[in-house]
């Protein structure tokens, strides 16, 4: 039971990597792949910074739940309090970049579910409490606002005869 906790709470973490990278590189348009690779960046920077900050002001509980409970955690961990879960924000923001960037369900929802399987690993393994990886789903949704624009086209060139000048 022990390595099934692990690989469900830490493993799934890299197919949702790989289907990101997959989805990234083979469902974007060629032409549009320098806009969509800068708002997948900046969605992820704007939701890591915002998890920072929340962590900063926010923490629920001093201690992870395997610490209260005196136990062995069943996944890995960074010493820190844990509010927000990096996982859960980690994943949730790929699986938010796989849906803008390519509106493909199959892709998006296979992500969603993986990092639903995480997020609730993490539970279970007692490395995060539910509150801290709805934090995590939560706040990397923040980055959904550099999605919303609509993209800029750029302006096509115009021919000049420099002749008749």
Known sequence: MDIALKIIADGLVIPIVILGVYALLRHVPKGGR?????????????????????????????????????????????????????????????????????KNKTLAITSLVLTLAVCIGRVIALVHTPIDVIGGIVIACTGIVWYLYPRQKRPKKIAVDRNNQ
Do not use: C
Request: aromatic share 14%; charged share 10%.
């Open 34 to 102: 320098y806009q969509t690779y800068a708002r997948v960046l900046m969605a992820g920077l704007t939701a890591y910074t915002v998890a920072k900050i929340a962590g900063l002001l926010f923490q629920p509980s001093g201690l992870r739940p395997f610490e209260e409970l005196g136990v062995d955690a069943g996944a890995s961990f960074l010493n820190n309090p844990g509010f927000p879960s990096d996982h859960a924000l980690f994943t949730m923001a790929i699986t938010l970049a796989i849906w803008f960037a390519t």
